[in-house]
């Protein structure tokens, strides 16, 4: 039967995707790039992160879960590396690429360099939805990265000598698709597509010229060459996450209007979006406008609006009757029927996150599951004060 996001909880809710990963995969992911432990010893502490991360996922009640992406080197490399240190890089990357983005605390993530053609990827996330699939008891989502965030591989202004651009995205995109299939022939009850580079695309930060070279239009455009190879029924399933950013709990882009992005976020024909929102400052005119671009058509799918009532960066817990609050405030302006709810941004998309914040990445681990279990409740009491 598939999966109905209405039936547990009146509006739907769901995941982003990533957990914070326990203090001893993380080392044992540097142990790893030190060559101290083999690729079957980390596989050993990942296999256990999984299991302990769907076990405590279950217990919330969640109605959908994820593996927490604890076998990935971060939400946006995993199709080309096994670790943030560049162990397992493809074998058409080097080092020294743009970075994806520069934190408000002043740290950056850089991004490998295509190097030479063809592109193509050395892992999918059904790889790693296999193996965690025979540990659940209820429906999981799969995360993938968005080809736009992929298309920062090609150097901003260089051409890659005998692979044009032009090449270089239709193989990007040919590998987007593969990735979303593979997901759903694994198992996969819904997928969502991480875009959290939309909003930093509009930045013009001059330590990071991609952010000021105006491609957010071109981001839109690759990811709907993508959803265009899928039907609309599929695309019902298929959603897209955007937030500003959450890494060793900082953001990227926070202070960009989020004008910026959502009319043109909105014309990506997929079924649903996960929208960070609790964290936030002045929500009313960002729902608003959530509400006057929020599409009944997008190609044949109505639009659903996942709202963000968790915010992860911040380890004070939200409580249910908050979830519902914000819920209830985001009905003012989005149609209810088309409201679902979501945490901001994953917990941790890069595997090693220290979350100072929060002390360590295991206090961060336990604050997560009590987070994600106020969601599930919020959600369940704003349904049913709104008569879903």
Partial sequence: MAYDPRTS???PTEPVGSLPRPSV???AYARYDAGEISKDELAEQQEAAVRDSIERFEATGSPIISDGEQRWSSFATYPITDTLAGTGLAPTLGPGGQFFAIFADGHGRQLPKLERGPFSYVNYAAESLAKSLPHAHRPMKQAVIAPSMLA????????VDGYSRDDFEAALVDECEK?????FATGA??????????RLATRE???????GAGLLPHFVELINRVMARFTADERRSIGVHTCPGGDRDSVHSADVPYGNLLPAMFGINAGYFLIQ????????PVLGLIGQNLRDDADGVAQTAY??????????????????EALIRAANHIPKEQLGSTDDCGFSPFSIDEKPNHGSPDYARDVAFQKIQNRVEGTRLAAEKLGL
């Avoid at 920062?152 to 051409?159: A, M, S, T, V, W």
Wanted: net charge negative.
């Fill in 152 to 159: 920062l591989l090609y150097p901003l202004r260089d051409p």
């Fill in 277 to 284: 929102m609790a964290s936030e400052r002045d929500k009313d």
């Fill in 307 to 324: 709202i963000g009532v968790i915010n992860p960066q911040n380890p004070r817990v939200e409580s249910p009757q908050e979830v519902a």
């Fill in 25 to 27: 995969l993380q080392q």
């Fill in 9 to 11: 909880t009146g509006i």
């Fill in 179 to 183: 990735d979303i299939r593979q997901a």
């Fill in 205 to 211: 930060d001059p330590r990071n010229p991609w952010t």
């Fill in 189 to 198: 009850a819904r997928v969502s597509v991480d875009f959290t580079e939309g």
